[in-house]
């Protein structure tokens, strides 16, 4: 009834004027955005998470906090990918807030390598459960804990209700869940703000000397609420996270890549 209501002032502006302001049109679209769960921490604006052209494809063109976010891998050298760009974002949200939970029912990750990625170990609590229902349940909770800056949590399958109680949590919190779902047997539709794949990307030396050049990845923004899906080659090097490349210039080898 509430988002009736916003629609419908909306679109009495536009037929009052003609055509609404930027502030006007921005305003209706934060209301909307809040009446969906998107919602300011203390009112204050969030700052950027530093993840560059990407975070053009999200609403306010800021990665969304206190909201799920499903990360998908099919084998392991994509979860490894996976895994690394997780670490990247995760150590931009500590930075507003201090601690984060790693959990999972098998750990795929090394902790003292979170270092090459700015993140220091020491600063995240890994949790190590034995079955499905006690991850479940662990992340849940987690994810009540509003003292927490992120909960990446690892598992295989999840249903919707099962997502939809994740996403209740964060909305009351504000934490941000990365779900990172490793071998899932369907990508079932869940409740979450966006689903990514992470994939590997040939890495590039300096002025063509051989050896291997800094991690990269190819990142795909397959869903995204309210914003714009996306693909992107970005790669982590002593300068921090940057994208090599973005949006068209990738398309025609992914679908050449489809097609072949």
């Given at each position: 009834m509430l988002l009736f209501v916003v629609i419908f002032a909306g679109s009495k502006i536009l037929g009052?004027?003609?055509?609404?302001?930027?502030?006007?049109?921005?305003?209706?679209?934060r209301q909307i955005l809040n009446l969906q769960g998107d919602r300011k921490i203390s009112g204050e604006e969030q700052p950027a998470l530093g993840l560059g052209s990407i975070e053009q494809a999200f609403p306010a063109r800021i990665f969304p906090r206190g909201a799920i976010h499903e990360?998908?891998?099919?084998?392991?050298?994509?979860?490894?990918?996976?895994n690394g760009f997780l670490s990247v974002v995760a150590g931009r949200l500590m930075r507003q807030r201090s601690a984060c939970l790693w959990?999972?029912?098998?750990?795929?990750?090394?902790?003292?390598a979170l270092k090459v990625f700015g993140l220091e170990p020491e600063r995240i609590l890994f949790i190590d459960v034995r079955g499905a229902k006690e991850a479940l349940w662990a992340i849940?909770?987690?994810?009540?804990c509003d003292a927490l800056a992120a909960v990446v949590g690892e598992i295989g399958e999840l249903g919707f209700n099962e997502s939809r109680r994740l996403q209740l949590a964060v909305?009351?919190?504000?934490?941000?869940?990365?779900?990172?779902?490793?071998?899932p047997k369907t990508e079932n539709t869940v409740a979450c703000v966006s689903r990514w794949k992470i994939r590997s990307a040939a890495s590039k030396t300096t002025d063509g000397l051989?050896?291997?050049?800094?991690?990269r990845w190819h990142i795909e923004l397959q869903k995204v609420r309210n914003g714009r899906p996306g693909n992107w080659e970005a790669q982590w090097s002593p300068s921090g996270f940057?994208?090599?490349?973005?949006?068209?210039?990738?398309?025609?080898?992914?679908?050449?890549?489809?097609?072949?």
């Open positions: 009052m004027k003609g055509r609404a302001d930027e502030k006007t049109i921005e305003l209706l679209q990360f998908i891998s099919a084998t392991d050298e994509n979860a490894a990918c996976t959990i999972s029912t098998r750990r795929h990750i090394f902790p003292p849940e909770e987690a994810l009540k909305e009351r919190s504000q934490v941000t869940g990365l779900i990172h779902r490793h071998r051989p050896g291997v050049g800094f991690p940057e994208i090599t490349e973005s949006g068209e210039s990738i398309m025609p080898q992914i679908s050449a890549r489809k097609t072949g």
